[in-house]
Nanobody, 116 residues
Framework: QVQLVESGGGLVQAGGSLRLSCAAS????????MGWYRQAPGKQRELVAT???????NYADSVKGRFTISRDNAKNTVYLQMNSLEPEDTAVYYC??????????WGQGTQVTVSS
């Protein structure tokens, strides 16, 4: 019954910005942690960023200083602000959340394409 839905992907030029959102709905008591993965064609899935309910965050080295993850605990929503985008950031971005008491859930993905 739990569903995570991403939005905000699109096509941008190098140096541009996008903000991804992921909202969780269903029978949810709490989600901890929440985060984002990405996967480019032919490449392994990469953990981009994670945020805990406390506000603590982790970032992949490739996005540090450019991406910012945040969350609204009351809305069970996680965001990924992506600045200074590079072609190497092109991928399908998937949000995830560990639903406390249920397990881990994943969104359907949203495409981010950065042109050079």
């Amino acid at each position: 019954q739990v569903q995570l839905v991403e939005s905000g992907g699109g096509l941008v030029q190098a140096g541009g910005s996008l903000r991804l959102s992921c909202a969780a709905s269903g029978s949810i008591f709490s989600i901890n942690p929440m985060g984002w993965y990405r996967q480019a064609p032919g490449k392994q899935r990469e953990l981009v960023a994670t945020i805990f309910s406390s506000g603590s965050t982790n970032y992949a080295d490739s996005v540090k200083g450019r991406f910012t993850i945040s969350r609204d605990n009351a809305k069970n929503t996680v965001y990924l602000q992506m600045n200074s985008l590079e072609p190497e950031d092109t991928a399908v971005y998937y949000c995830y959340g560990r639903i406390v008491g249920l397990g881990s859930y994943w969104g359907q993905g949203t495409q981010v394409t950065v042109s050079s």
